[in-house]
C-alpha cells in the first residue's frame, strides 16, 4: 500500500510551520500494516518528510520511505515515479489524493 503524506497523513499549516494528522491516521496505519507493506511516497523533501513521519509513524508501521528525489519533474509538479517503487504495481493500492501526481 502506497501512501502520499500531505493532505492524505497530514495537513501541514506552512504559515505556522505545524503539522496536524488526519483524525484516525494512527489507528489506520496500525490496521493496514497488518495486511500490506506500507510505503509513504511523497514529494516533500526527505528532511521534511522524516521529520513528520518520525513523530507520525511511533510503532515504525511503514517500512519504506519516498521523497522527492524518486519524482520526475515535468511541467512544474514534482510526479511520483512508481518505477521506484520495485513492486508489483498489479499488487498495489495507492492512497493520495491527487491522481495526477504519479507517472508510470
Known amino acids: 500500500?502506497?501512501?502520499?503524506?500531505?493532505?492524505?497523513?497530514?495537513?501541514?499549516?506552512?504559515?505556522?510551520?505545524?503539522?496536524?494528522?488526519?483524525?484516525?491516521?494512527?489507528?489506520?496505519?496500525?490496521?493496514m500494516a497488518k495486511n500490506f507493506e506500507l510505503v509513504v511516497f511523497t514529494a516533500g523533501l526527505k528532511e521534511y518528510a522524516d521529520w513528520i513521519l518520525n513523530q507520525l509513524d511511533t510503532q515504525n508501521t511503514i517500512s519504506h520511505r519516498l521523497y522527492r528525489n524518486s519524482c520526475i519533474f515535468r511541467a512544474s509538479n514534482y510526479l511520483k515515479d512508481l518505477g521506484k517503487l520495485g513492486r508489483d504495481l498489479s499488487k498495489t493500492i495507492i492512497i493520495d489524493n491527487i491522481a495526477e501526481n504519479f507517472n508510470l
Open 1 to 31: 500500500m502506497v501512501l502520499d503524506l500531505d493532505e492524505t497523513l497530514v495537513h501541514f499549516d506552512h504559515r505556522t510551520r505545524v503539522f496536524q494528522k488526519r483524525p484516525y491516521v494512527s489507528q489506520f496505519l496500525s490496521e
